[in-house]
């Protein structure tokens, strides 16, 4: 399976290009030329230039710093929310899929209940109410996503918890944990990461959404979502200002959701053609 | 198939209850203590503990949780949601009823445009798979899936408003106003459909029943349109239905960006305000748009699709 994701073009070039912006947003007090709090009023909306290789904003910020910046809440936010979804949703899903019977039945209904509440209107309610917090946010995303995990891997138990693997290992006496962790965790994963690295790309967009509406990440702090927030208020005067933030949130989604489609592909070459 | 139909509505009936039993628990979590708010709401100077005690008594906070879910359940069901608490002159229906048209209005343009976007869009594409108007569809689609609606709004608010000059930015009057934030709405679920409406119609004709056309030797057009669009037409049907309360709570970020003043604005604004009834009623009609839309397209489906009916009967 790994030669096949090496030898897919998209999977390789999409997972080079998501490591790198990692690296760029690990190493961002490294990389980036400016300080990305500190303020040059005089100099403000000043366009391309060596020192501010992409201007600088309405308080004379550097963009480009605040950008590189910029990736460590974007990019670590949505893999905490992710980790914390696939957590949530592996460990209910699991148990409701492996023991069945009431375990199954209540974890299956508050699901059921989850999935009826549209996700928006759910991590607004989650962020109203325990106050416009960064925590909150994450809080709120695997609040709302978690049920869809849970009921996938559900699923997948129920495909592979009779297979003659899985009943051998009971037989030869093999804890349940053991079972969980070793022998149905790992069939399920691969169908986890499709849809998963699909996911991301909704935190990624969501987050930011929150932040652009003054509910996530707060002002002075750099992120995509909250840049675009202060790009909106001087539209009219500096629309140069919203490209760098957005263009960036664009590029990050679709390496990911390619690289969602390409893992779909390489495990399941069916739905390739379509 | 009535049978169908009654078990279908009373499966409904306890999602129903567990919604607004969620959205009961979600005012009881909030941090501030709601005889205390009360009092504030009716601005007494001095708050005492008998003072609080004696509020409490008259909401019947001191009685048993159930009771209280099921007074707040019955209230509710009179569509008496309560007192706005930054602004007590105000009942939260009320409140709900004066934004409720501008998000209507806006969600049902957005329905609008997506149903005559997404249809011959995703017809052509189909019929002329991998030319290049499917390419470049395709394309498009891919980037848009991948852009935030906020960001498309501001785009959009940049290029036709202040570049072309075209129409208004923001706000709520005239027909002009509508046709910006209605898009910015539509285009994520245009880019769905699109594709949707394509697979379907790709899958349909590889069906025994094209071939057959085929051999009886009825005009392209005719199979097309007649048969192999009316069968992939159910599904999408179907979809477009249930997506409505989800392009209604949609409308919340768009609000937001071209400040047209429904349901998604007062959603924000009294997040910031903390104005928690207002949530409650706001998520309470969200979930149960939900669930009615999601139960009404599924018996409609079943209704216009023999082959399901067969399987449920």
Known sequence: ??????????????????????????????????????????????????????????????????????????LGLAALTMLGTIGLGALMGLLAGYFRGWIDEII?????????????????????????????????????????????????????????????????????????GRHLLPSIASEM?????????????????????????????????????????????????????????????????????????????????? | MKNYVIKRILAAIPLLLCISFVCFVFINLIPSDPAEVALRVRQVPVITEAAIAEVRAELGLDKPYLVRYVNWLIDCLQLDFGVSYTNPSRTVAGELVRCLPATLMLAGTSLVMVILLSLPIGFFCAVYKDSWFDRLTRGIIFMTTAMPAYWVGLLLMWFVSIQLDLLPTSGNGTWKHLILPAFTVSLTYI??????????????????????????????????????????????IVAIGMSIPQLISGTIVVENVFAWPGLGTLCITSIFNRDYPVIQAYVLLIGVLFVVFNLLFDILQTLADPRLRNEVV
Not at chain 1, 14 to 37: E, H, M, R, S, W
Not at chain 2, 195 to 221: C, F, H, S
């Open chain 1, 1 to 74: 399976m790994l030669k096949k994701f090496l030898k897919n073009k998209v999977a390789m070039l999409t997972t080079i290009l998501i490591v790198f912006v990692a690296f760029v947003g690990i190493f961002a007090p490294i990389l980036a030329p400016n300080d990305p709090y500190k303020t040059d009023i005089l100099n403000k909306f000043s366009t391309f230039s060596l020192s501010y290789p992409l201007g600088t904003d309405h308080l004379g910020r550097c963009v480009f710093s605040r950008m590189l910046y910029g990736i460590r809440p974007t």
């Open chain 1, 108 to 180: 299956m209904r508050v699901v059921d209940v989850m999935l009826s509440f549209p996700s928006q209107i759910m991590v607004f309610a989650v962020v109203a109410l325990l106050g416009i917090n960064v925590q909150n946010v994450i809080l709120a995303n695997v609040f709302v996503k978690w049920a869809w995990y849970a009921r996938m891997i559900r699923t997948g138990v129920l495909k592979y918890r009779d297979r003659n693997f899985v009943l051998f290992s009971r037989c030869i006496g093999n804890r349940e944990s053991f079972i969980l």
């Open chain 1, 193 to 274: 990461a499709v849809l998963a690295s699909l996911d991301i790309g909704w935190a990624i967009i969501n987050i930011s959404t929150l932040s652009f509406l003054g509910l996530g990440v707060q002002a002075p702090i750099p992120e995509w979502g909250a840049m675009l927030n202060e790009a909106k208020n001087v539209l009219t005067t500096n629309p140069v200002q919203m490209l760098a933030p957005g263009i960036a949130i664009v590029v990050v989604v679709s390496a990911f959701h390619l690289l969602g489609d390409a893992l779909r592909d390489i495990l399941d070459p069916k739905e390739a053609n379509l």
């Open chain 2, 191 to 236: 880019s769905t459909y699109i594709r949707l409406i394509r697979n379907n119609m790709l899958e349909n004709m590889k069906e025994d029943y094209v071939l057959y056309a085929n051999v009886r030797g009825l005009p392209q057009k005719t199979i097309l349109t007649k048969h192999i669009l009316k069968n992939s037409m159910h599904t999408c």
